[in-house]
Structures are given as structure tokens and as C-alpha cells.
């Protein structure tokens, strides 16, 4: 069975996202997406918020079937061969990431030969897409329609307005 994990902090998931694991997911029998908790930045959503998200977001594109959604903290590696898989998929949006998404493979692969990392092109539309444009859009009361599966949007309003910043 090829088991692929797709990690990030999905803070929150994006239209860019959602076509990654869409494509992703055609290529293994499962995709576990993994939503990182130990990261050094500070998220606006909570993991609980964050997984959330990503199951209404897999229910309302009927995704369920093969892809799995856990959080995690430690090393990437680790949490893979927890899973047995056999590939980390990462995307790339420009040459932007490049340097950083790089060092990340390599590092991961030295450090666990069997796994590799596979790459995804992002789509044209979305190659400027990012969570943190979509946080600051949302800060400020602007429009996310076109950034965030449409399940999501209210969700994100509705956390700026609970913290107090639109
Ligand atoms: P991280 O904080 O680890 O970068 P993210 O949740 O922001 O986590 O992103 C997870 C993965 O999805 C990364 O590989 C990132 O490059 C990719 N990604 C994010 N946005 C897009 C997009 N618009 N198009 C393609 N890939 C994307």
C-alpha cells in the first residue's frame, strides 16, 4: 500500500491547499494529512480549528475514502514512518520556496533514506496564494471567497470577529 504524508500548518487550509491533496491524493492508496502543532510560530487557529477545517473541507468534496487527517508534533520523519509511508509531499508555489522546501527534503531524506519527497507545482491560480494573504485579508473584514473552500469562509470571519480584530 503507498502511504504519502502531507504536512503543514494549514492555518488555515487554502483553495492551494485543497489542490495539492486533491492531486496528491491520486496517486497513493491513502494521503494522511498531517497539521503540524509544534511549530515555533504562533497559529490564529487552534490545531482543533485547523483539523476541523480540513474534515469539512474533505466531507463537502467527498475526499473521505483515502485520506486521513491527524495532527502531529516532533519530527516530520518520525510521524512518516509511524505511518509507513513512503513519500513527504510538499508544494511549490515559487522560487521563493525553493531554498527552504529543498533543505527540508534533504535533511529528511539523509535522515530517513526510504522516504522521499515528492514536489507539486502549484496551479497558476494559485501560485501567490498563502494562508498568511488569507489571515491578513480577513483581519481587515475583506473578501476570502475566491482563497478559501467556501465551507471554511464564515469560520474564518467569524474567529477575527471572536478576537476582536474586524
Ligand atoms: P508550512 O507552514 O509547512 O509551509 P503550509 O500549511 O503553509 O505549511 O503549507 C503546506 C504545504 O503546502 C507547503 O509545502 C506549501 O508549499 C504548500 N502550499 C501552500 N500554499 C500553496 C499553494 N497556493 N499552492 C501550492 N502549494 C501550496
Redesign the pocket.
Known sequence: MKIAI??????P?????L??IIRASKLVDQLVIGV?TN?S?KTVFTVEERVQFLHRVLKENNLEGKIKIESFNGLLVDFAKAHNASFI?????AVT?FD??LQLAQTNHVMVPEIDTV?????LE???????TVREIASFGGDIKQFVPECIVQSVYDKYKAIGSV
Do not use: Q
Open positions: 502531507y504536512p503543514g500548518t494549514f492555518d487550509v487554502t483553495l492551494g491547499h489542490d495539492i503540524l511549530i510560530k509531499v510538499r508544494g511549490l508555489r520556496d527552504y522546501e514536489f507539486f507545482t502549484t496551479r494559485y501560485s501567490y496564494l498563502s494562508s498568511s
